[in-house]
């Protein structure tokens, strides 16, 4: 009697134990798909995040060449101009005409002086003649190329034919210098572009610019 009851007795624990795998095989499988589904749902919701990344990185790259097109078309400052600054002399050539009388019928030494540099304006406008003849181997070799000097020297009643003057275009100011040996500035500043005339009066020289 032991025996078959054993038997009876393990039947029943054997149908539980299969109805608790089934039920536990039946639940795993209930929560399988939807773990599966939510691994899905959150793959499709990490492109989803990173998809603003594309569109916020060019629309910061834009804006650079918006910025740097504003730049290129920015109308830039004209630069001043220098207080004092004169308009440059442009003399095509220089006639020179000495009068009977001149100097006491002494000869005259000519400067003609053009001046490149803004600063030594105000020192040759401030030389009479006589001074200018005795400072002007010192300035010319301090002022190197901001000073060109063409000189002549011209008799009483004689005359310096038109010389052209190529070289010199561009001169902030152009001075004229004639060597009395009276009292006096005996300076001119040249104002003007075209062909110089310079006449050397009794006591002064005069000049006049032909455009």
């Given at each position: 009697m032991?025996?078959?009851?054993?038997?009876?007795?393990?039947?029943?624990?054997?149908?539980?134990?299969?109805?608790?795998?089934?039920?536990?095989?039946?639940?795993?499988?209930?929560?399988?798909?939807?773990?599966?589904?939510?691994?899905?749902?959150?793959?499709?919701?990490?492109?989803?995040?990173?998809?603003?990344?594309?569109?916020?990185?060019?629309?910061?790259?834009?804006?650079?060449?918006?910025?740097?097109?504003?730049?290129?078309?920015?109308?830039?400052?004209?630069?001043?101009?220098?207080?004092?600054?004169?308009?440059?002399?442009?003399i095509g050539s220089i006639t020179i005409e000495s009068d009977d009388g001149a100097n006491n019928g002494a000869a005259i030494a000519v400067d003609l002086v053009f001046v490149y540099d803004p600063a030594l304006i105000p020192q040759l406008e401030a030389e009479s003649a006589d001074a200018w003849f005795k400072v002007k181997a010192a300035m010319a070799a301090s002022a190197g190329n901001n000073l060109a000097i063409m000189s002549w020297t011209v008799p009483a009643g004689d005359e310096v034919p038109e010389t052209p003057i190529d070289a010199h275009s561009g001169a902030l100011a152009a001075f004229v210098f004639a060597n009395y040996s009276g009292k006096g500035d005996h300076r001119l500043r040249i104002d003007g572009s075209g062909a110089l005339t310079v006449t050397l009066g009794v006591n002064d020289p005069t000049f006049e610019v032909d455009q």
């Open positions: 032991a025996a078959p009851g054993g038997k009876e007795t393990s039947k029943p624990l054997g149908l539980a134990l299969a109805f608790a795998t089934a039920a536990l095989f039946f639940a795993l499988s209930a929560c399988g798909p939807s773990q599966k589904k939510e691994g899905k749902e959150g793959a499709s919701a990490a492109p989803s995040a990173s998809s603003t990344s594309p569109t916020s990185s060019p629309a910061g790259t834009a804006a650079a060449p918006q910025s740097a097109s504003a730049a290129s078309t920015r109308t830039m400052p004209t630069a001043p101009t220098a207080e004092g600054e004169q308009d440059a002399v442009d």
